[in-house]
Nanobody, 121 residues
Framework: QVQLVESGGGLVQPGGSLRLSCARS????????VGWYRQAPGKERELVAV???????DYGDSVKGRFTITTDNDKNTVNLQMNSLKPVDTAVYYC???????????????WGQGTQVTVSS
């Protein structure tokens, strides 16, 4: 059974930084992308950052130049470094992995439980 567990959320002042981490356990046969999404109250879930299996990255327009997605050497931990945080970054942040359990399984999304990030003075 695959589990994604986020950590690192919390309360930070505007202009501050936070680092989120997502630890993956369980086996996934093939991973096409790992990333972070967020959802603010009353809004739809949106892409924050994604790291594709080929090494390319993509960021939401509102976080470009401020956030950076990386993985640890073992590829089982995905990190999101968030700098110059703004109140509009306040949301629940979700870790995501896209992949399939076996060669015959369909591709699907795996989600963590989410971690709250609040940017406020």
């Amino acid at each position: 059974q695959v589990q994604l567990v986020e950590s690192g959320g919390g309360l930070v002042q505007p202009g501050g930084s936070l680092r989120l981490s997502c630890a993956r356990s369980g086996s996934i046969f093939s991973i096409t992308a790992v990333g972070w999404y967020r959802q603010a109250p009353g809004k739809e879930r949106e892409l924050v950052a994604v790291l594709n299996s080929g090494g390319s990255t993509d960021y939401g327009d509102s976080v470009k130049g401020r956030f950076t997605i990386t993985t640890d050497n073992d590829k089982n931990t995905v990190n999101l470094q968030m700098n110059s945080l703004k109140p509009v970054d306040t949301a629940v942040y979700y870790c995501n992995t896209k992949g399939r359990h076996s060669w015959s399984s369909p591709f699907r999304d795996y989600w963590g439980q989410g971690t709250q990030v609040t940017v406020s003075s």
